[in-house]
């Protein structure tokens, strides 16, 4: 994760490094580089991102909040309802 990381802040720091204008006439467009399964390395990169951090599900994420939404013993009918209709206005 360390090296990965490191990695992409190596790139951003050169890339901030150059002058805008420095390699403007170097810039070209091109086919962006897609995911191949073949290629092990971008796929070990990403099992390791994520590892750590997960895919983004938002909706997955509310609806296992939703799920596991009671009522406490120690709180009133009032505070669930606004809870849940803060939780039910992200899947809006």
């Not at 050169?14 to 897609?34: F, G, H, M, V, Y």
């Amino acid at each position: 994760m360390a090296d990965i990381l490191s990695h992409i802040a190596n790139s951003l720091n050169t890339n901030q490094n150059s002058s805008p204008n420095s390699n403007l006439r170097e810039t070209k467009a091109c086919i962006s580089d897609t995911f191949s399964s073949i290629e092990l390395v971008k796929l070990n990169n990403f099992d390791e991102l994520y590892q750590y951090f997960g895919l983004l599900d938002l909706v997955g994420e509310v609806a296992n909040i939703l799920d596991n939404l009671y009522i406490k013993s120690s709180n009133k009918i009032s505070t669930y309802n606004i809870d849940f209709i803060c939780y039910i206005s992200q899947l809006d």
